[in-house]
């Protein structure tokens, strides 16, 4: 199990918000502009999500990335926000 910050949580709040899911997908350098994270902070984050199936997050082709839920982004959100930053708009 892969152990959930901040970094984890700023990429999901930045892709729950428009919503990043279904047939929307967005490429990784995009997510990375939105998080206000340095580079391979992001890709490492990024990474640990896409691996890691309690994480709400699926690769598609060419490199995209989306939510595989919205509901179950919020809840993940939610759970592991300790400091309460990005819970505040669900």
Do not use: C
Not at 31 to 57: C, H, Q, R, S, Y
């Amino acid at each position: 199990m892969t152990q959930w910050n901040s970094s984890h949580v700023e990429i999901l709040a930045k892709m729950v918000r428009p919503p990043v899911y279904g047939d929307h997908h967005k490429q990784r350098d995009t997510i990375k502009d939105w998080a206000d994270l340095e580079g391979d902070i992001f890709e490492d984050a990024m990474d640990d999500l896409i691996a890691d199936p309690e994480a709400p997050v699926m690769e598609k082709a060419r490199g995209t990335v989306t939510l595989t839920s919205v509901h179950d982004t919020k809840e993940f959100i939610r759970e592991h926000d300790e400091d309460g930053e990005y819970t505040w708009y669900l």
